[in-house]
């Protein structure tokens, strides 16, 4: 069994330092195998923002634990218009990380993270060819017993949009990204950038979409609260290829607590929920 936790929309700046001290607190004690940070580490892409998003990272893998990174559209500068069209990312790869399409790979992971966030969108995201024929290549050699994961910060389905009914924009070149996703038999896929969270199988959401199980995220640390949800992260159990167990921890206000919890089944064809076990919690 592999224990990933799985992190979404820090924004470094519109942050609330006790919830970031508490994430550090529960990451040290819980000890995942990898922690996945999903996008979005600042609110607007400042150097002292970047700054308090390294230390952030710096203090997690001082303690021994792996991180696996992918930007997200507020980590492209909104309002230094050169900067945001001559060199997007260059923040991010400065104090974040250099590769914009990191690999992880143990005897029971295989994680891959993509960027979707682009200069010509303020927070829509967009796939290219180039990143879709990454996908098929990267998981291609990937031993069968081992659980396939990619990891956006834009979710590659339109989401419902909670209370207030329809749902959210798709990623540019979403179908055949989608295609490259079932070719490439990812069984999970992390994403955050909606400050919602969300857990579906992908074939509920798109008929052609592949045997995949949808996780979404909320906001980790952020200020920036979506109505009825707290500060939270994903605890994520691959205990094999057919069956996931998902935990969300969220902030009660001093600590991080485990809350809604499911288990995830592949029949062959689709994921089902059912009521996990009582030995995820904890």
Request: neutral net charge; charged residues 25%; contains cysteine.
């Amino acid at each position: 069994m592999a224990r990933i936790a799985h992190l979404s929309d820090v924004h470094f700046g519109a942050h609330d330092p006790s919830v970031v001290a508490g994430v550090e607190a529960w990451l040290v004690a819980d000890r995942p195998d990898l922690v996945v940070i999903s996008g979005d580490f600042t609110q607007r892409a400042r150097v002292e923002q970047y700054r308090e998003a390294r230390a952030f990272l710096r203090r997690l893998e001082a303690v021994g634990l792996r991180t696996l990174c992918v930007p997200g559209n507020h980590d492209v500068p909104l309002f230094d218009v050169l900067r945001r069209f001559a060199r997007p990312l260059n923040r991010y790869r400065r104090f974040i990380e250099e590769d914009l399409c990191p690999w992880f790979e143990n005897e029971r992971l295989a994680v891959l993270g993509i960027n979707t966030a682009r200069s010509l969108t303020i927070k829509h995201g967009r796939i290219n060819h180039e990143q879709m024929a990454l996908i098929r290549e990267r998981f291609r050699a990937v031993p069968d017993d081992r659980t396939k994961i990619l990891v956006t910060h834009h979710p590659l389905f339109a989401m419902p949009i909670g209370e207030e009914g329809g749902l959210t924009r798709v990623v540019g070149r979403h179908e055949p990204a989608l295609q490259a996703v079932a070719e490439a038999g990812v069984h999970i896929l992390l994403a955050g950038h909606f400050h919602r969270t969300y857990s579906a199988a992908a074939r509920e959401m798109v008929e052609n979409a592949g045997p995949a199980l949808v996780i979404q995220a909320g906001t980790a640390t952020s200020t920036r609260l979506r109505a009825g949800e707290a500060q939270s992260f994903n605890l994520i159990h691959a205990r094999r290829n057919d069956e996931v167990d998902l935990q969300v921890i969220a902030w009660d206000g001093t600590a991080f607590t485990g809350r809604s919890q499911a288990r995830f089944t592949f029949d062959g064809e689709n994921w089902h929920p059912r009521p996990a076990a009582a030995e995820l919690a904890g």
